[in-house]
């Protein structure tokens, strides 16, 4: 068997996997969250489940993968026991690369208007009106044009390989990311609003706890870390046998949770610098207006009010989107290309041009059919998709998987493990917790 790729270093991994967890999902979808949930004590719920839930979530991913040194359903298969669990194994494996594909087919829809308002702050620059107007007017041309630009940035990294592509661009563009975002708060924090914005994010009101607001903040600590669907797995399957599994793992958590929270401090003062600005931040039902919109409608707002230099923050912003979203785009696509070059011996360069191609014409289908499909796919995908095969991962490591083999993987890069405080939670945790807990936010996301 020729040998497997495997990130070169410890960095490198650290990189890549906080890469893929730090996506829209942090830098849009925590701090929108966050100001329709009431603020602050979202932010303290999001916290407390992004440890005690997805970090053991993210542990079961990550100890299968580097066991099986194989894609999701290669994975799932070598640890099953007998002919009903080697079927919930090819279950669960299928589905996850169905669903991580799905993912990068609205993902890159949204990461290409992040690219083609990139492009519109140059043109903004250079005094072309009509070319921003084209590249931040809703078309279907635009956005298939930005869509297939976004496609091929992701498919000429993957193609590259694990080290060359996915760490390279990874360690490259991670600490680009936190720069700019850096650079921004300071610039936000400035500006007049800001202030009420930072209260509503750092004070929390407890009393605003409730099950909805639970069950929303565990979903998004699933979105965040790329779980469910084999991302995490594969990028675990990379690594040396000489890493601490734990202690990465809760690197990458706290990166990811660290970013979500530095990401909160730009945009929740944002929205109200906009406000201040006289952008319309709420509908006419009191509720915020969220998802894609929100980005759309209010920040031109509070790039305009910058006058000379809002063309560079813009700038600077979908910028930052952008990179966020090709760290994240390139381990969805990973985990469909790895299945299809372990399985069938297709060169990656192949395997990556067939599949990039195949969700570039799902993607395209999506916008052909934009108002049915494009919320459709997104609910089906990560409100009931991921906590569901999160499930089943933990099920496979608690249930499936025989203790002792756990324990000898966990073992290598960790020799005293076993007298560690995680080696005392963790395992109960995963087989009955976790489970339990992820089936309840799954459940409620069906009934409510
Ligand atoms: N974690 C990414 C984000 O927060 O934007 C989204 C994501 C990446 C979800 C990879 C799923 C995945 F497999």
Redesign the pocket.
């Known amino acids: 068997m020729a040998s497997r790729e495997q990130f070169s270093s410890k960095a490198g991994f650290v990189m890549a996997a906080a890469g893929?967890?730090?996506?829209?999902?942090?830098i849009w979808?925590f701090p929108t969250q966050t100001a329709s949930n009431g603020g602050a004590a979202f932010v303290l719920v999001y916290f407390v489940l992004a440890f005690l839930l997805a970090y053991p979530a993210l542990m079961a991913e990550l100890i299968i993968g580097r066991h099986a040194r194989a894609n999701v359903v290669t994975a799932l298969r070598s640890i099953s026991t007998g002919p009903l669990t080697y079927k919930l194994a090819s279950l669960a494996g299928f589905s996850g690369l169905i669903v991580?594909s799905l993912?990068l087919s609205f993902?890159a829809i949204v990461a290409g208007w992040m690219i083609s308002y990139l492009i519109a702050s140059v043109s903004d620059m250079l005094g072309w009106q009509g070319a921003s107007s084209w590249l931040t007017s809703d078309s279907f041309q635009r956005n298939v044009i930005f869509l297939a630009i976004f496609m091929m940035l992701t498919m000429g990294i993957i193609a590259k390989g694990v080290a060359g592509g996915i760490e390279k661009w990874s360690t490259r563009l991670m600490p680009m990311l936190l720069i700019l975002m850096v650079g921004l708060i300071i610039y936000v924090l400035m500006q007049e609003g800001a202030e009420e914005g930072l209260r509503i994010y750092l004070l929390p009101d407890l009393s605003q706890i409730k099950p909805a607001l639970v069950l929303d903040a565990m979903g998004q600590a699933f979105?965040?870390?790329?779980?469910g669907?084999?991302?995490m797995l594969i990028y675990g399957s990379y690594l040396s046998e000489q890493e601490s599994l734990p202690r990465l793992g809760a690197i990458v958590t706290v990166v990811d949770a660290s970013i979500a929270f530095i990401a909160g401090l730009l945009i929740v003062p944002a929205i109200y610098v906009a406000k201040y600005y006289g952008a319309d931040i709420f509908t006419a039902g009191g509720e915020l207006i969220a998802g894609p919109d929100l980005i759309f409608q209010i920040l031109p707002v509070l790039f305009d009010s910058m006058g000379g230099v809002g063309a560079i923050v813009a700038f600077a912003f979908f910028l930052l989107m952008s990179i966020?979203?090709l760290t994240?785009s390139i381990?969805?696509l990973e985990?469909p290309v790895s299945y299809a070059t372990e399985e069938s011996g297709a060169s990656r360069g192949l395997a990556t041009a067939i599949i990039g191609l195949t969700i570039f014409v799902i993607s395209t289908v999506i916008l052909m059919n934009f108002e049915a499909l494009f919320g459709l796919v997104i609910d089906l995908t990560?409100v009931y998709s991921?906590p569901l095969l999160g499930v089943m991962l933990c099920v496979f490591v608690g249930w499936i998987w025989h203790r002792d083999n756990v324990l000898k993987e966990i073992k290598k890069g960790h020799g005293d493990i076993e007298s560690t405080l995680f080696w005392k939670i963790w395992p109960g945790y995963v087989k009955f917790f976790c489970p339990v807990l992820i089936l309840a936010t799954f459940i409620q996301s069906i009934i409510g």
């Open positions: 893929s967890a730090i996506g829209l999902g942090n979808g991580a993912i993902y979105f965040s870390l790329s779980l669907v084999g991302t966020a979203s994240s381990s969805m985990v990560t991921q």
